[in-house]
Antibody, heavy 117, light 107 residues
Framework: QVQLVESGGGLVKPGGSLKLSCAVSGFTFRDYYMSWIRQAPGRGLEWVSFISGSGTIVWSADSVKGRFTISRDNADNSLYLQMNSLRAEDTAVYYC??????????WGQGTLVTVSS | EIVLTQSPATLSVSPGERATVSCRASQSVSGRYFAWYQQTPGQAPRLLIYDASKRATGIPDRFSGSGSGTDFTLTISRLEPEDFAVYYC?????????FGPGTKVEI
């Protein structure tokens, strides 16, 4: 069955960096776009970034552009999010999700990122 | 970007009753590229409806979606106990994809 497992979250100081990973199984990873979507505590959902199956097309929200970089390793069935210059407002649960025609049909359970001094 | 507004923010209903959640877009959503997700506490969102009215795999037929342009609706015909959750709308016709703020369906 389809599984997505995020890791790499934790506590980081403002201005710091963190790299999230998402291990995928149960489908042909290289055939699908993938997304990162976040949810601040008690808040709604915010789409962060997506990447094409080949990795050649990427798109990021203005709120993270220039600070976050999405990437993937199709040989390893893994998705990544490198987060630099972190701010308090980046505190959230970060979900990786499979994309299918713009919708997110499978989601991981999320990893919590807390940015605080 | 397209801003989505959901109403009501909270909907109080009883099991067996019908629930209707509305979502209005700040501009027309192209191609009926509109989805609904359900999120229960501590869980990841689950896709319910895509392309405005198509049920995702495994979603019971008590869930239905309708609408086009700027106005979309999610209807749950007969609420089951497991349906009490937060529901989010999403448009994916324009970048950036955006979500609504959510509607909490409570007992």
């Amino acid at each position: 069955q389809v599984q997505l497992v995020e890791s790499g979250g934790g506590l980081v100081k403002p201005g710091g960096s963190l790299k999230l990973s998402c291990a995928v199984s149960g489908f042909t990873f290289r055939d699908y776009y993938m997304s990162w979507i976040r949810q601040a505590p008690g808040r709604g959902l915010e789409w962060v970034s997506f990447i094409s199956g080949s990795g050649t097309i990427v798109w990021s929200a203005d709120s993270v552009k220039g600070r976050f970089t999405i990437s993937r390793d199709n040989a390893d069935n893994s998705l990544y999010l490198q987060m630099n210059s972190l701010r308090a407002e980046d505190t959230a649960v970060y979900y990786c999700a499979r994309e299918r025609g713009g919708i997110n049909d499978y989601w991981g359970q999320g990893t919590l990122v807390t940015v605080s001094s | 970007e397209i801003v989505l507004t959901q109403s009501p923010a909270t909907l109080s209903v009883s099991p067996g009753e019908r629930a209707t959640v509305s979502c209005r877009a700040s501009q027309s959503v192209s191609g009926r590229y509109f989805a609904w997700y359900q999120q229960t506490p501590g869980q990841a969102p689950r896709l319910l409806i895509y392309d405005a009215s198509k049920r995702a795999t495994g979603i019971p037929d008590r869930f239905s979606g309708s609408g086009s342009g700027t106005d979309f609706t999610l209807t749950i015909s007969r609420l089951e106990p497991e349906d009490f959750a937060v529901y989010y709308c999403q448009q994916y016709g324009s970048s950036p994809r955006t979500f609504g703020p959510g509607t909490k369906v409570e007992i």
